[in-house]
């Protein structure tokens, strides 16, 4: 029997159906790449860091399935709690300041003024600069000594202050510090997204009589929601996994003042050599810088439907 060639309407139709197809499959061919080595940086360390968290691990012999002690453990580590209310300390006193503070420069630096770029830059400098240089020039900054900023008290008539060796303000000098660090990102994040908002949005809002502070409320902030909620989202998880900076500035004293989370973990794994124990600090770190994308997520959402 000879082979029957199918029609050419039938020809026709498979050739748009496979061209259908591969312009489907486009896209991921462009994303597989990137999620590719996502998976292997990010997807992978996960799980295996959860599958330590279940185990004693010196990172010498075979790990020792334990089950949920470390878990157990967790609950009951006074260090822990005590790292985890100075990262929550930590975050609480570096988010807000820092997009309150950008989103206030940069509508200052977003209309005409001599040297705006040259404020710009400086400004945006601290970003460009290692956590470490930064952690550096703070140091001086605030050492209890010799630092620039007790001079200056001194030379105006007050007492100098222990910024770096008490307890209550050396969480100080790191929350503004990392105001300092962070100030230029939010900065010019808010600057790119304040030039997206339409000059008639103004226009019609000075028609109805609105003055500059009504203008700023009732115009800027509501149109920077979601630039809003993605610096929020990012200076969050920043906050959370700090170590960095506060490694350098007091190393997590005097005592336990200004130990994070992430420093613990270091602890554990790294000086102690006890890494299930510390994959299981990260993991309830994970949970939590998690717990709060999606809640803060959600609520955006929220507003924004019933808005």
Not at 6 to 13: E, I, S
Not at 75 to 84: C, M, T
Not at 175 to 182: A, D, V
């Amino acid at each position: 029997m000879t082979r029957q060639e199918p029609p050419p309407l039938h020809r026709k139709a498979q050739r748009m159906a496979w061209r259908k197809a591969r312009q489907r499959l486009v896209p991921y061919m462009f994303v597989l790449p990137q999620l590719s080595l996502f998976s292997v940086f990010m997807f992978f360390p996960l799980g295996y860091a959860l599958f330590i968290s279940f185990h004693d691990w010196d990172m010498v012999g075979q790990p020792t399935f334990i089950g949920v002690a470390n878990f157990v453990r967790l609950a009951n580590d006074q260090v822990f709690w005590f790292a985890l209310r100075n990262t929550l300390v930590y975050v609480a006193g570096t988010v807000p300041l820092s997009i309150g503070a950008g989103l206030l420069l940069a509508n200052a630096l977003n209309r005409p003024m001599r040297g705006r770029s040259i404020f710009r830059s400086v400004f945006f400098l601290p970003v460009v600069v290692s956590a470490v240089v930064t952690a550096l020039a703070a140091t001086w900054i605030f050492n209890d000594n010799y630092g620039l900023l007790n001079r200056l008290l001194i030379f105006i008539g007050f007492a100098p202050v222990n910024w770096l060796s008490s307890p209550g303000w050396s969480m100080v000098s790191l929350i503004l510090t990392t105001i300092w660090l962070r100030l230029g990102f939010c900065m010019t994040i808010y600057l790119a997204a304040l030039q997206t908002i339409p000059s008639a949005l103004y226009e019609a809002a000075r028609i109805d009589g609105a003055n500059k502070l009504q203008l700023f409320f009732t115009v800027t902030i509501p149109m920077l929601r979601p630039t809003t909620l993605f610096l929020t989202i990012i200076c969050v998880i920043y906050s959370f996994h700090v170590f960095d900076l506060i490694f350098v500035m007091t190393g997590g004293g005097p005592g336990y003042s200004t130990v994070v989370l992430v420093q613990y973990i270091y602890n554990m794994a790294f000086q102690t050599s006890e890494m299930g124990y510390a994959c299981a600090i990260g993991m309830a770190l994970f949970a939590l810088i998690l717990f709060f994308t999606i809640v803060r997520w959600a609520t955006s959402r929220r507003s924004e439907v019933s808005a």
